[in-house]
């Protein structure tokens, strides 16, 4: 079954530093990846998206994530980070759900803080 | 575009109540999917829609839960009898393709329920 698996819970970094954003999945075929942010009180937002094509994605924010199809991981990343990008980040992989139609798997998500 | 609506944006109850939850998805979305988000399982889809019929609801914990889409502007998620295992976040989303093939799907604000 597809699974996706983002193995920090919690990321502390300084205001400015950079981030890294784990995410590993398992599926069989060619994944379509994404990334999603949740700040508090809200709803999920789409960053950005893999489907095909060049495996290193750009999305909003600045924020970037690159596939690596040998370790199974989409990892977010982001230069610089801003005291704004303080929020639940979510990876989902799309699988074929029980009728044939695709759905998004969520990992558990990773809370990062910024520290000043 | 106001983005997907969901309404009430908190409930209380008490066990046993009755609980309805209300989406009004974006105009011209023809899919609409339902999830729930707690702290032990993470983000679970519990439903989807496509064109108002309900594609896949292999989610749905039990048959206390229940979901009805009768027309493409509206969609109610009810749980009767409620129970303090459900108090939960609630997240309605929606999405413009069919879920045959992969899109981003813009998700609501979220309901949270609270079942004393």
């Known amino acids: 079954a597809q699974s996706v698996t983002q193995p920090d819970i919690h990321i502390t970094v300084s205001e400015g530093a950079s981030l890294e954003l784990r995410c590993n999945y398992s599926?069989?075929?060619?994944?379509?990846l994404f990334w999603y942010v949740q700040s508090p009180g809200q709803g999920l937002q789409l960053l950005l998206k893999?489907?095909?094509?060049?495996?290193l994605v750009q999305g909003i924010k600045g924020f970037e994530a690159e596939f690596k199809r040998s370790q199974s991981s989409f990892n977010l990343r982001k230069p610089s980070v801003h005291w704004s990008d303080a929020a639940e980040y979510f990876c989902?992989?799309?699988?074929?759900?029980?009728?044939?139609?695709?759905?998004?798997?969520f990992g558990t998500g990773t809370r990062l803080l910024v520290s000043p | 575009d106001a983005g997907v609506i969901q309404s009430p944006r908190h409930e209380v109850t008490e066990m046993g109540q009755e609980v309805t939850l209300r989406c009004k998805p974006i105009?011209?979305?023809?899919?609409l999917f339902w999830y729930r988000q707690t702290m032990m399982r993470g983000l679970e889809l519990l439903i989807y829609?496509?064109?108002?019929?309900?594609?896949?609801d292999s989610g749905m914990p039990e048959d206390r839960f229940s979901a009805k889409m009768p027309n493409a502007s509206f969609s109610t998620l009810k749980i009767q009898p409620s129970e303090p295992r459900d108090s939960a976040v609630y997240f309605c989303?929606?999405?413009?393709?069919?879920?045959?093939?992969?899109?981003?799907?813009?998700f609501g604000p979220g309901t949270r329920l609270t079942v004393l």
């Open positions: 989303a929606s999405s413009d393709r069919a879920p045959s093939s992969y899109n981003e799907q813009f």
């Open positions: 599926y069989g075929a060619t994944p379509y």
């Open positions: 893999y489907f095909s094509g060049d495996t």
């Open positions: 989902a992989v799309g699988a074929q759900g029980n009728t044939g139609f695709q759905k998004l798997v």
């Open positions: 105009s011209g979305h023809n899919s």
């Open positions: 829609f496509n064109n108002n019929v309900p594609i896949d």
